[in-house]
């Protein structure tokens, strides 16, 4: 006899409304719409483990139908950093929500790292940053051995005094993450700590620091993840456009986008190409410049974000487009 699974029915309303699928669209194949509807009004219900794979697999909780529920919590954070990666906040956020969808033995590490991984999320889904939540999720983090998720706290507590404008705080967090992340961390969290650091250097105007940072790991480059690799080329390709290199920035953006595509991360593609058209702009070769918008166009349409990519092919036209209309307004009587 199939093993039986406790389940939060109201969790999975809440994730099957949020995914946008009607009750006959989530059950079919599975269950009946009525029963998933008696299952979803219930706070707590057995259901066979079969049944429950299915449901979490077609509402995107996890990746496959072969997840193990007894690490549910687990499994659902991986599913929440395969969608980070992706810079796909808004389902991460809703993949998270339901770490406790499926009832499973506690586990401290996969909860502290869902709720750093939430707070970062959120931040990118434009809600306001809580550095001192974070800081708190880092602490908790250190307690239970979790020593890589308390990098990831200190490198968005960090982001986050950055957008407030504590820049000061930011680097001093960035500096101990990065000494952290050597001594214990995986080389992609090395190689983003070191892109988040120089990042801040480069909206601080040190554009040549920031370079000499980067400059002190990248023989790990080729050592990284996809992601790691893209978000250190990024900023590396614009340290260069910003100490007056442009020729090294087009060459390291280019491999960045190559990277991003890799993972694949659209719309961070679709942003490093806009980046990439910048330094072709400086270089004079507008052609390239163009073409390096119409992919980013693209791109930015393959991540569903159609307001980006109008910007982008609007700016390419108007090489094409505003001399046309400068000659015909010289020409007017």
């Given at each position: 006899?199939?093993?039986?699974?406790?389940?939060?029915?109201q969790?999975?309303r809440a994730?099957?409304?949020?995914?946008?699928?009607?009750?006959?669209?989530?059950?079919?194949?599975?269950?009946?719409?009525?029963?998933?509807?008696?299952?979803?009004?219930?706070?707590r219900?057995?259901l066979?483990?079969?049944?429950?794979?299915?449901?979490?697999?077609r509402?995107?909780?996890?990746?496959?139908?072969?997840?193990?529920l007894q690490?549910?919590?687990?499994?659902?954070?991986?599913?929440?950093?395969?969608?980070?990666?992706?810079?796909?906040?808004?389902?991460?956020?809703?993949?998270?929500?339901?770490?406790?969808?499926?009832?499973?033995?506690i586990?401290?590490?996969?909860?502290?790292?869902?709720?750093?991984?939430?707070?970062?999320?959120?931040?990118?889904?434009?809600?306001?940053?809580?550095?001192?939540v974070?800081?708190?999720?880092?602490?908790?983090?250190?307690?239970?051995?979790?020593?890589?998720q308390?990098?990831?706290?200190?490198?968005?507590?960090?982001e986050?005094?950055?957008?407030?404008?504590?820049?000061p705080t930011?680097?001093?967090?960035l500096?101990?993450?990065?000494?952290?992340?050597?001594?214990?961390?995986?080389?992609?969290?090395?190689?983003?700590v070191?892109?988040?650091?120089?990042?801040?250097?480069?909206?601080?105007?040190?554009?040549?620091?920031?370079?000499?940072i980067?400059?002190?790991?990248?023989?790990?480059?080729?050592?990284?993840?996809?992601?790691?690799?893209?978000?250190?080329l990024?900023?590396?390709?614009?340290?260069?456009?910003?100490a007056?290199?442009?020729?090294?920035?087009?060459?390291?953006?280019?491999?960045?986008?190559?990277?991003?595509?890799?993972i694949?991360?659209?719309?961070?593609?679709?942003?490093?190409?806009?980046?990439?058209?910048?330094?072709?702009?400086?270089?004079?070769?507008?052609?390239?410049?163009?073409?390096?918008?119409?992919?980013?166009?693209?791109s930015?349409?393959?991540?569903?974000?159609?307001?980006?990519?109008?910007?982008?092919?609007?700016?390419a036209?108007?090489?094409?487009?505003?001399?046309?209309?400068i000659?015909r307004?010289?020409?007017?009587?």
């Open positions: 006899m199939e093993d039986l699974v406790w389940v939060k029915g969790r999975l994730a099957r409304e949020a995914a946008g699928l009607r009750l006959v669209d989530a059950a079919y194949g599975i269950m009946s719409p009525a029963n998933l509807s008696r299952i979803e009004r219930h706070e219900h057995k066979p483990r079969s049944a429950v794979l299915g449901l979490a697999a509402l995107g909780l996890v990746s496959t139908g072969t997840a193990d690490a549910w919590p687990r499994e659902v954070g991986q599913t929440a950093i395969d969608l980070l990666r992706r810079w796909r906040f808004s389902n991460a956020l809703l993949v998270l929500r339901s770490r406790d969808a499926v009832l499973a033995p586990d401290h590490v996969a909860e502290v790292q869902a709720q750093i991984l939430g707070e970062w999320a959120q931040m990118q889904c434009l809600q306001p940053g809580r550095p001192d974070v800081r708190d999720l880092g602490r908790r983090a250190r307690e239970c051995g979790a020593l890589r308390s990098i990831w706290a200190a490198a968005v507590e960090a986050m005094h950055g957008h407030a404008g504590d820049s930011a680097l001093t967090l500096k101990r993450a990065s000494t952290e992340a050597g001594d214990v961390g995986e080389v992609a969290d090395v190689l983003n070191r892109a988040a650091w120089g990042r801040l250097l480069l909206k601080g105007g040190e554009p040549h620091h920031g370079l000499a980067l400059g002190e790991v990248k023989t790990l480059l080729d050592s990284g993840s996809d992601y790691s690799q893209a978000r250190f990024h900023a590396q390709g614009m340290l260069w456009s910003a007056g290199h442009p020729e090294e920035a087009a060459q390291a953006l280019r491999a960045a986008i190559q990277a991003a595509l890799s694949p991360n659209h719309r961070m593609a679709g942003v490093v190409e806009c980046a990439l058209a910048d330094a072709y702009e400086s270089m004079g070769d507008t052609d390239q410049a163009d073409a390096a918008l119409v992919r980013a166009a693209s930015f349409t393959q991540a569903g974000d159609s307001h980006d990519a109008a910007d982008a092919i609007s700016v036209l108007r090489h094409h487009i505003a001399p046309e209309k000659e307004e010289r020409l007017r009587p």
